[in-house]
């Protein structure tokens, strides 16, 4: 059997753990051949490949982003996508595909899979948004960085008696906003699902100052305020239909240095939390799912996606997985909130 293998979105650390489990344990248990696909769907869009054998993968186990590649080609917008993409298959002689990815690539294999290309589908996110799965492997690694950086802002800003704006990734979930603001001890976490009133932020802020500490705001990029408080820019939007987002950090400590009369200081950590080498967690998490991915595969279980329920991995359908987001429930935000000001 031929399996093409493809990453696609945002890179992540462990893509390429979870590519060495899968070629090291499809070659070793099943005799199978693999067939990198380069730059996410553009690969079988236009039969882009890379050689995926043992040596091709020798030495990636700590390696952060992918060796294959990744991109946001949205296929579905293409004319034609679907059956270029089942043309260059066939011509390459794949019996299946694993696709690594988020919510944008996993739907578009859900999509293939409707259109009778065999498909298993691997979740990858740092944004842990993904439905179906307790952890996206990337999200352990974007936490350690996160609080790192949050625990060496906590020493700037009060040496030099600043509000700092700590700004990090997460569209439409707010779980690394969460899990590293909680862990870096932030004095207000705020994240998309709840839009945040701006006087309350104040009044964190001068509750803070008050104690003779600075306080440290974490934003997630998608945070936004109670309508009319605050005007945010907009983006561009991708072939996925998301909005460009960056700037809420810039604009919310303008506003509290305005507000308050102290200095405010924005930090992006932007990609910084998706590169270099993934935590051991995440080296762990990514193995175990290309190991049961190409076991999938073999026991022809297609149209599913590897998932961790637990402590076990488990298969789902691609529909459950991409159908709704994974976002960070009220009584989780209420855990944090006591430990505000």
Same mark, same amino acid.
């Given at each position: 059997m031929r399996v093409g293998v493809l990453t696609g979105g945002g890179d992540c650390p462990g893509l390429n753990a979870v590519i060495r489990a899968v070629v090291r344990k499809g070659i070793k248990d099943y005799g199978y051949e693999f067939v990198g696909f380069r730059d996410g769907w553009r690969g079988p869009l236009e039969g882009a490949t890379k050689p995926l054998d043992m040596s091709a993968v020798r030495g990636i186990l700590p390696r952060g982003g992918t060796i294959l590649g990744s991109s946001r080609t949205n296929l579905m917008k293409i004319e034609g996508g679907v059956e270029r993409v089942k043309d260059n298959m066939a011509g390459l002689g794949l019996d299946a595909l694993i696709a690594i990815g988020g919510e944008d690539t996993l739907g578009v294999a859900r999509q293939l899979h409707d259109n009778g290309v065999n498909v298993i589908g691997v979740p990858k996110t740092i944004d842990n948004d993904l439905n179906a799965t307790d952890y996206t492997f990337g999200f352990d690694t974007a936490v350690n960085i996160a609080t790192e950086a949050i625990d060496r802002l906590h020493t700037t800003a009060e040496s030099h008696h600043r509000a700092l704006v700590v700004e990090v990734m997460g569209r439409h979930a707010g779980w690394i906003a969460l899990h590293s603001g909680m862990a870096a001890g932030a004095n207000v976490i705020l994240i998309p699902e709840r839009p945040f009133d701006i006087d309350q932020v104040v009044k964190y802020v001068e509750s803070r100052f008050e104690t003779q500490y600075a306080p440290i705001i974490v934003v997630a990029e998608g945070a936004h305020p109670q309508e009319g408080q605050m005007e945010l820019a907009t983006g561009e939007k991708d072939s996925f239909g998301h909005v460009r987002l960056g700037g809420i950090g810039q604009s919310l400590a303008e506003e509290i240095e305005q507000r308050t009369g102290k200095e405010a200081r924005s930090v992006v950590l932007g990609h910084v939390q998706r590169g @270099? /080498?993934?935590?051991?967690?995440? !080296? +762990?998490? =990514? /193995? !175990?799912? @290309? +190991?049961? =991915?190409? =076991? =999938? +595969?073999?026991?022809k279980s297609f149209g599913r996606m590897v998932a961790l329920q637990g402590t076990e991995i488990v298969r789902v359908d691609l529909s459950e997985a991409t159908d709704t987001l994974k976002t960070v429930p009220p009584e989780r935000y209420e855990e944090a909130e006591v430990f505000f000001g």
């Open positions: @270099g /080498t993934p935590s051991a967690f995440d !080296r +762990v998490l =990514a /193995t !175990r799912l @290309g +190991v049961d =991915a190409i =076991a =999938a +595969v073999h026991e």
